[in-house]
């Protein structure tokens, strides 16, 4: 499976735009800039649309970097945007953009700007456009949930894998699920998303039953764990996709953060399967640490390029979450593993993950072909 999943993603960006390959303008490759403004950072994706000699397209990226803003934070409590903190996307996106236009070489009417959709319907959100707006000279595009699962699968998965396949994407600002489904209603393509909480979210609402049960994060995180398992039996039910489909796409954070702690010894490797075990092992490391961040097992990295991957990661995993928050993490994927029936699939966390969305809206703004199902 591991192989064929491989030489399937290895073709996947070539037929993202408008349902497959198209033919080729001559000269040289054309170039845009993605940057995502989102709930815990900024980030920029630079792609490449290339001519191949068997006239079609080749979609590449080329550069992605994420600079860390809290612009999300308290977002899931008060649900405003921090007036200081909006000051200092601002501030970044600025900065992406001179990147993007003075160091990379891409073309100033290339360069397009994205809210991710963990921030709509914030208190603030239109002041933010506004003032990036302001700021760049650039028009920004909110995208929905629906717009971001689509851009991801594009991205990350060929048509006919997606057709047996489904999606999760556990952000820290909203968790989105998403299946492709060929007969939809009335035969037509049709793609199922559901959108409900993310990391941040998951984290309030343990620290709010924690100070209404009077007992520690941890014990208040198995609880509220215990209901996601029956809230993603539920998504189950009402589409059974979720459950009975063998191939799973997981990106996001958390997920991020288990394949780091949980095999490191896989930190060079583009595609790691995640499996309900590792989502076990991934809890317990965490409830076993404590108050401390856990720490991983480099005893079974054996190639020095490997384990400096691996300590990389492990340093940028630890600077960006809280233990408690990794826990919030760890119980969002025990509800989907347990309530999906993760066991005994094939799921996958692709590294290209986090860009994906953001690199698809690029390719679809400098081309002008919306991205669409089939």
């Known amino acids: 499976m591991r192989q064929l999943y491989r030489a399937a993603l290895a073709v996947a960006a070539v037929a993202l735009l408008a349902g497959g390959a198209s033919a080729a303008d001559p000269g040289a490759p054309r170039v845009a800039a993605g940057i995502e403004i989102g709930h815990r950072g900024c980030r920029i994706a630079v792609v490449a649309v290339e001519p191949t000699p068997w006239k079609s397209t080749d979609v590449r990226v080329r550069y992605e970097k994420t600079v860390f803003t809290p612009l999300g934070t308290g977002l899931a409590e008060t649900g405003k945007l921090n007036d200081d903190d909006v000051k200092k ?86 968790l989105k699920l998403g299946t492709y489904v060929a007969g939809g209603r009335a035969a037509f393509p049709e793609l199922r998303t559901t959108e409900t909480d993310g990391l941040a979210g998951t984290y309030a609402r343990i620290a709010a039953h924690a100070a209404k049960i009077g007992k520690p994060f941890a014990e208040a995180a198995s609880a509220v764990g215990d209901e996601l398992v029956k809230e993603f039996e539920r998504e189950a039910r009402v589409n059974p996709a979720l459950a009975n489909r063998t191939d799973v796409i997981l990106t996001g954070g958390a997920v991020w953060a288990l394949v780091t702690l949980v095999k490191p010894e896989e930190a060079t490797a583009a595609y790691v399967k995640v499996t309900a075990a590792d989502i076990v092992a991934f809890e317990k490391a965490l409830r076993a640490a404590g108050d401390k961040f856990p720490a991983a097992d480099l005893s079974r990295v054996k190639w020095e390029v490997v384990r400096k991957a691996a300590e990389h990661d492990l340093a940028a995993v630890r600077d960006r979450f809280t233990v408690e928050q990794l826990l919030a993490g760890a119980q969002l994927l025990r509800g989907m593993s347990e309530g999906l029936k993760l066991s005994g699939k094939d799921a996958y966390f692709p590294r290209n993950g986090g860009a994906a969305w953001i690199a698809t809206f690029a390719v679809e703004q400098l081309t002008g072909k919306p991205v669409v199902l089939n």
């Open 89 to 174: 996307t601002v501030a970044e996106v600025v900065r992406l953009c001179e990147l993007a236009s003075t160091e990379l070489g891409v073309p100033d009417e290339q360069i397009h700007i994205a809210t991710a959709a963990s921030l709509d319907g914030a208190t603030g959100l239109s002041e933010l456009c506004a003032a990036v707006r302001a700021a760049t000279k650039r028009p920004v595009t909110n995208v929905t949930a629906a717009r971001e699962v689509l851009y991801g699968m594009r991205q990350l998965m060929p048509a006919e894998y997606m057709k047996g396949a489904w999606y999760a994407d556990l952000g820290s600002g909203k």
